[in-house]
């Protein structure tokens, strides 16, 4: 069976309200029209989730709504600044056949470089910066049996590409 991972981090967030927790920020303007611009991407490339697992930040909720898709999103509270293995180990509990997974750095890049079983040429790639995404492909039979080194690169970008 073929499975298919969509990694994205949030969208840049706004540091303009001093007052709120890290974990309630919003995007600022130029994050709202790169998760737009992702989401168009993905769709132009064929890539739709069937399932969603975020982050509970308001920066993850944000991203996903602008990006347009219709699945229901699963907001994961373990997912907020997650590092990969705790980002694995939420995918392999996952079902469907696309699943987008929407986190923070360190652990969402971490997490890409990790899946690759060959890294994109990009010069972006290994810093993963806001609203970086991925397109992974695995040969499994479910996202429990999903390793790390074990996934193809079907696609790299980041906003400045798009926009």
Known sequence: MTLKLILSRHAKSSWKHGDLSDHDRPLNKRGRASAEAIGHWLRKKGFSPDTVLSSTSERTRETYDLMGFEAKP?????????????????????????????GHNPGTGEMAERLAKKLPKHSRFLDYPTCATTVFEFQA???????????????FTVPRDLI
Do not use: H, N, Q
């Open 74 to 102: 699963d907001f994961t509270r373990s997912l907020y600044l997650a590092s990969a293995p705790v980002m694995l180990d939420t995918l392999r509990k996952a079902s469907g056949e696309t699943v987008l997974m929407l």
């Open 141 to 155: 039979e479910s996202w429990a049996d999903v390793r790390f080194g074990e996934g193809k690169v079907l696609a």
